[in-house]
């Protein structure tokens, strides 16, 4: 499997984007303006070295504005035109034979993608999503992510000392940025760690701190609070690392909320709420701030936990429930709300798949086998990669309006899902 280069390679990993590539623009505009001149007579030299002052002080005035503009932009957002660096691929630490199951994973997860598309032929040269590109979009293109590690950055994530399955997802997120940045030159992404994450949270519900500090609480749950906070604070689009992007989603035109609806039926045993691991929002909408309000509720107490509904995924269709003054959630349609959800189905579930055509023609195509995820062979001497008892492959999410698939709800080598779990002992 090739890996594309990001179009622009850079070395240089700046944090406060933009800024150094402005400063210099300007240091070569000054350079050949004074080669010009050197041609001429002294005269000429004498009225621009007059000049000097004068053309600096108005460099001032557009550096100043220029660094207004950019202000509101925390400085850990990377600009995907300028931290291309960021998505390359990170080395595997060397002697370590192990990682070569990871690589594997990595390598076939992208296979995943590319069959994918194949079979819903989408064409590999269009770049847009089902919109075109707006720059008008109420929700910013900013991609944001969460991990206790920071995935973006190799020396962690090549690290034998952490989590080798970290490697899969950051390259999996690195993989949904560079979807993404097909289609929006303008491109984001933020990396949130646990300081930005109580930051995010001091500024919006400074309650749920000590429950994000409490060393009980699980990483999925900070996730739930981190992200919903988060998006109250900036908008943007959440994803979860672990999230498999097949074909960028951008929220529709006028869309100011959207998630995706998690699978099985409401009311069914196996259904959790909204499958949160993707979730867009316009900046202080108010279904995310009531959720966020809703966790505080609930994790101090004060409300009742919805019985089965997850902390984040139960607390978002309450809020969102509430906000669009719904009581049946069975037959809500897309064209009735500012909002759009997406569907999660279970594609071994013949049930759920029989209701979208589409999909089920693609499925029992004679090629349609390769829609699903395929755990690769265990390495003999490395790893045994295994799915353990409740298998979550090849869950995706749909759009039931053009029936075809977006994301994999998680990537081969996560817990459930073709996990590397232990060494084989050699024969
Ligand atoms: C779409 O993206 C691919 C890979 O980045 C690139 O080769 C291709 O030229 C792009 N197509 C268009 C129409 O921009
Ligand atoms: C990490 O790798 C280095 C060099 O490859 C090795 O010396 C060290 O023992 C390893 N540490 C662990 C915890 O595996
Ligand atoms: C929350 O913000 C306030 C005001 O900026 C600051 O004084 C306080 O230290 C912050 N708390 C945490 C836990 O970051
Ligand atoms: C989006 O909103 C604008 C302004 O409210 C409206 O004129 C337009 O018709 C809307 N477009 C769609 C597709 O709903
Ligand atoms: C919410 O919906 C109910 C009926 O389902 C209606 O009676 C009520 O007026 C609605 N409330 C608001 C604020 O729209
Ligand atoms: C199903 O696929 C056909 C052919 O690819 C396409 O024209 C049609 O729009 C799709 N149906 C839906 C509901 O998206």
Not at 15 to 39: I, L, P, Q, Y
Not at 147 to 156: G, L
Request: proline share 5%; with cysteine.
């Amino acid at each position: 499997m090739k890996h594309r280069r990001p179009a622009k390679p850079n070395s240089r990993i700046v944090d406060e984007e933009g800024r150094e590539e402005f400063f210099a623009t300007s240091r070569v505009k000054s350079r050949s303006f004074k080669f010009k001149r050197r041609h001429q007579r002294w005269p000429a030299i004498a009225t621009v070295l007059s000049l000097i002052p004068c053309l600096l002080f108005i460099r001032n005035l557009i550096t100043t504005n220029r660094e207004s503009e950019l202000s509101p932009f925390p400085p850990n957002w990377w600009d995907v035109q300028n931290q291309a660096s960021l998505l390359l691929r990170c080395p595997q630490p060397q002697h370590a034979p192990k990682w070569n199951c990871y690589n594997d994973l990595v390598d076939e997860n992208s296979d995943t993608v590319d069959r994918a598309k194949r079979l819903f032929e989408y064409d590999p040269n269009d770049n847009r999503s089902k919109e075109e590109h707006r720059f008008d979009d109420r929700i910013p293109h900013l991609l944001i992510f969460t991990h206790k590690y920071n995935i973006f950055d190799c020396s962690v994530t090549a690290s034998n000392s952490t989590s080798p399955n970290m490697y899969t997802l950051a390259e999996n997120a690195k993989a949904t940025v560079k979807a993404y940045s097909r289609i929006w030159p303008d491109l984001h992404f933020v990396y949130l760690s646990d300081n930005d994450c109580i930051d995010a949270l001091n500024r919006t519900e400074p309650g749920l701190i000590p429950f994000f500090n409490d060393v009980k609480l699980e990483g999925m749950f900070k996730a739930d609070l981190c992200r919903v906070a988060y998006l109250c604070l900036h908008g943007g689009y959440y994803f979860d690392v672990d999230l498999l992007v097949v074909r960028p989603f951008t929220a529709p035109k006028n869309s100011t909320f959207v998630t995706v609806k998690g699978e099985g039926s409401p009311g069914g045993s196996d259904f959790r709420g909204f499958f949160q691991a993707f979730l867009a929002a316009e900046k202080d909408h108010a279904i995310v701030r009531l959720s966020l309000r809703m966790m505080l509720e609930t994790l101090s107490g004060k409300r009742p936990s919805s019985s089965g509904l997850y902390l984040g995924p139960g607390s978002l269709m309450e809020a969102w429930m509430e906000v669009q003054n719904i009581t049946d959630f069975s037959n809500t349609k897309n064209d009735d709300y500012d909002t759009y959800l997406l569907k999660e189905i279970n594609l071994n579930d013949q049930l759920q798949v029989s209701m979208y055509k589409n999909l089920s023609d693609v499925l029992m195509s004679e090629t349609g086998s390769d829609l699903l995820q395929r755990v690769p062979g265990d390495h003999e001497d490395d790893c045994k990669l295994s799915t353990g008892s409740w298998n979550v492959c090849n869950f995706a999410v749909l759009d039931e309006g053009d029936g075809s698939i977006y994301f994999y709800s998680r990537v081969l080598g996560t817990t459930y899902c073709g996990v590397c779990v232990e060494k084989r002992p050699k024969r």
